[in-house]
Each structure stands twice: as structure tokens, then as C-alpha cells.
DNA sequence: AAGATTGGCAACCGCTGTGTC
DNA sequence: CGACACAGCGGTTGCCAATCT
């Protein structure tokens, strides 16, 4: 949201990306995968550097980006981590899986600055791991909607999706933890992806083929896992047959 | 209701690190 | 060893929306 999108500079394009241009960064990753960034854009049919384009994929579209609020728990990190490196972002970030150091540090310039001026973090305060896996884990549910709400955004064509967050959300939750998730859904009806982990599951497994994922979680390790073993799908025609877009 | 101020955050810029020739 | 290209990082900018006056 810098400079207007109409604005060009040496006949590329900067400030907000389009759905159009997500759309073809997605659809070519997907298809080819990330080889070079400086090249890719050319290839891609996108008017944009190949920095634009690496920080709009590892800031926004990558599927495991984790958005929305910061947990408490979060916070404790980040501050706890920000008086032991300072502001190495993405060391930070390496500790919150699926926070990128671009978000930390935006949230750290507005929210956690202060707190830290008026209540700096000492030892005691650190949070061990397991509890920051548990509250992790304990927001699947919401990263899920966050994903979906995203897709929503990217493909307006296509009516609203939504995740069931209360009953399903513990239920699939833990079911997907400890047990094997059903690979034998109908992969081909990724027009609805409903409302369950294994739904969704089949609908990521589709749309994101490609890119190590790095996932802090069971049910997203379950994600990448399936990912990594099916690449035959195309989002081009994902997108034009399933969505008509 | 309207203008001013503030907060949030996407995105750009410049620098540095690393790999290759 | 130096030059070059590319990737990654951190600082900063500036738009937009929310809040305040």
C-alpha cells in the first residue's frame, strides 16, 4: 500500500498487488516452483521486480502464513526474544511458525515497542516451548479460517467459505492430531472444501503443491506432507475450471 | 458531521551475505 | 581474489481505516 498502482518506474509496476497478479505469482509457483526470483517475474507475466515479488509470496501468499492477531503467548516471544537478539526480525520470526519477520516487526513497531519501554522482559518471563506448541496449536483453528478467508479474498468469483470454529474446530482438531488424516476424500471436489481439517486438508493439498512449507504443527505438517506428495494439479486450471475465473 | 490525528501494515529501498565464475 | 548476481534482512515510507476533537 505504498505508492499508487498505477505508478511505474523503468516500466515496473510498485505499490499494492492485484488479485490478477496473486493470482499469476500463485499460478506459477505452483506450476514451476520458485527457481529465480529475478527472472520468475518476467516469466510469470508480472510487471514487477523480482524483490516485490519474493516479499508479496513470503509475506502474503504463502499458504502457511499465519496472519491475524497476535496470541499472548506470541507476544512473550517476540519480546522475550527482542531483548536477547534485538531486532534480528527473522531470527524472531524463526521461533513463531508461520509469523513472518516483516509482521513481527510491524507488530513489534506498534504494540510491543511500548510494552516493552514501560515493562521490560527479564529471564523469568520467558514462556517455555510446550506452552507456546499448545497455544499454536490451540489457534489451527483459527489459522484455518485465516487460509480460507484469504482464498476467499484472492477468488472473489466464489462464494464465501467458512470454518466451523466451535464444535468441529476441537473436535477436528485433536481427531487430526492423533489419527491419520483420510486421504480418501474426493480430491476432485476442491469446490467445496466444507468445513473440516480433512476438507481443507484436500483443498490445500491441491492448491499448494509446491514449496517447503515449514510448519510447526501436526495438522499443517499433515498439509505440507500431502503437498509435497502431489504435484499433478494445475491452479490455472484449478482456478478456470473450479472457479471459472 | 467533518477535519485532524493516530495506528496498522503492505510494500519499497538500500545494504549485506553468499554463491558462482 | 575480485566481480557479479541473487537472496535475504532490517529500516523506512506512505496509504488507509479507525479514532479523536
Known amino acids: 500500500m505504498r505508492a499508487p498502482s498505477c505508478e511505474m518506474n523503468r516500466g515496473l509496476k510498485k505499490g499494492s498487488w492485484s488479485l490478477e497478479e496473486d493470482h499469476k505469482l500463485i499460478s506459477y509457483i505452483n506450476r514451476y516452483g520458485i527457481w529465480n526470483w529475478s527472472q520468475m517475474p518476467k516469466f510469470a507475466g508480472l510487471w514487477r521486480s523480482g524483490k516485490s515479488c519474493r516479499l508479496r509470496w513470503i509475506n502474503y501468499l504463502k499458504p502457511n502464513v499465519k496472519r491475524g492477531n497476535f496470541s499472548k503467548e506470541e507476544d512473550e516471544t517476540i519480546l522475550h526474544s527482542h531483548s536477547l537478539l534485538g531486532n534480528r526480525w527473522s531470527a524472531i520470526a524463526s521461533k513463531l511458525p508461520g509469523r513472518t519477520d516483516n509482521e513481527i516487526k510491524n507488530h513489534w513497531h506498534t504494540c510491543l515497542k511500548k510494552r516493552a519501554t514501560r515493562n521490560p522482559v527479564h529471564e523469568t518471563t520467558k514462556p517455555n516451548g510446550s506452552n507456546i506448541s499448545l497455544e499454536f496449536e490451540a489457534n489451527n483453528v483459527?489459522?484455518?479460517?485465516?487460509?480460507?478467508?484469504?482464498?476467499n479474498d484472492i477468488i472473489?468469483?466464489?462464494?464465501?467459505?467458512?470454518?466451523?470454529?466451535?464444535?468441529?474446530?476441537?473436535?477436528?482438531s485433536s481427531t487430526s492430531t492423533d489419527q491419520e488424516v483420510d486421504f480418501k476424500a474426493d480430491y476432485n471436489d476442491i469446490g467445496s472444501p466444507g468445513s473440516t481439517f480433512d476438507d481443507l486438508h484436500c483443498f490445500w493439498k491441491q492448491l499448494c503443491p509446491i514449496e517447503n512449507l515449514?510448519?510447526?504443527?501436526?495438522?499443517?505438517n499433515l498439509f505440507a506432507e500431502s503437498i509435497f506428495q502431489e504435484s499433478n494439479h494445475d491452479l490455472n486450471s484449478f482456478y478456470n475450471h473450479d472457479f471459472g475465473i
Open 142 to 151: 483459527h489459522n484455518i479460517q485465516q487460509l480460507v478467508n484469504h482464498i
Open 156 to 172: 472473489p468469483s466464489r462464494s464465501s467459505w467458512t470454518y466451523d470454529d466451535d464444535s468441529s474446530s476441537s473436535n477436528s
Open 214 to 220: 515449514e510448519l510447526g504443527n501436526n495438522h499443517q
